[in-house]
């Protein structure tokens, strides 16, 4: 089996894993991550999203091969020194989550969006979510957190 050695959150970890085996198995089977989920498997929910190289991805449907070069970041790297990302935080202010299945999909779709676009307007945020579902319909109480977050971050 092939050994790839894979940046994520800023640390290099090694894995032995075939080829084309999905990212998520490999974060979450090999590297026992607690933040990426499996949901549907088919790229459609955006449970299993992780950054790579500053956009998001589904990691459902990416082989491991593909990002043995690129940096990864995941929900479980996010928060730094005891503080969580103000993303987190607007979600756990904003109680915008219910089961909790989906929130990691919201949250790093979430933190690539306004990387990418720091000023994104409600609309274009409204829109960059809108392939990210949560069947506990949440959904209001997620964009107030995403909002707030981007009023946050944009200070910082
Ligand atoms: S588990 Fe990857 S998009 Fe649903
Ligand atoms: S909070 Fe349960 S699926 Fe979204």
Redesign the pocket.
């Known amino acids: 089996m092939p050994t790839y050695q894979l940046n994520i959150d800023g640390a290099i970890k090694s894995v032995d894993v075939p080829a084309d085996q999905p990212l998520?198995y490999t974060l979450t089977d090999q590297l026992k991550m607690k933040g990426p989920?499996?949901?549907?498997?088919?790229?459609?929910?955006?449970?299993?999203t992780v950054i790579v190289n500053g956009n998001a991805v589904?990691?459902?449907?990416m082989p491991t091969s593909t990002v043995a070069n690129s940096k990864i970041r995941t929900l479980d790297g996010l928060e730094k020194n005891g503080q969580l990302h103000p993303m987190q935080t607007a979600f756990v202010e904003e109680g915008a989550a219910q089961c909790g299945y989906c929130t990691n999909g919201w949250i790093m779709q979430s933190i690539a969006l306004l990387e990418n676009n720091p000023k994104a307007s409600d609309d274009q945020i409204i829109n960059g979510l809108s392939n990210v579902q949560c069947r506990c319909g949440t959904q209001i109480a997620i964009l107030r957190a995403v909002k707030k977050a981007r009023d946050q971050m944009a200070k910082a």
């Open positions: 998520l989920k499996f949901g549907c498997g088919l790229a459609q929910c955006g449970s299993c589904r990691s459902c449907v």
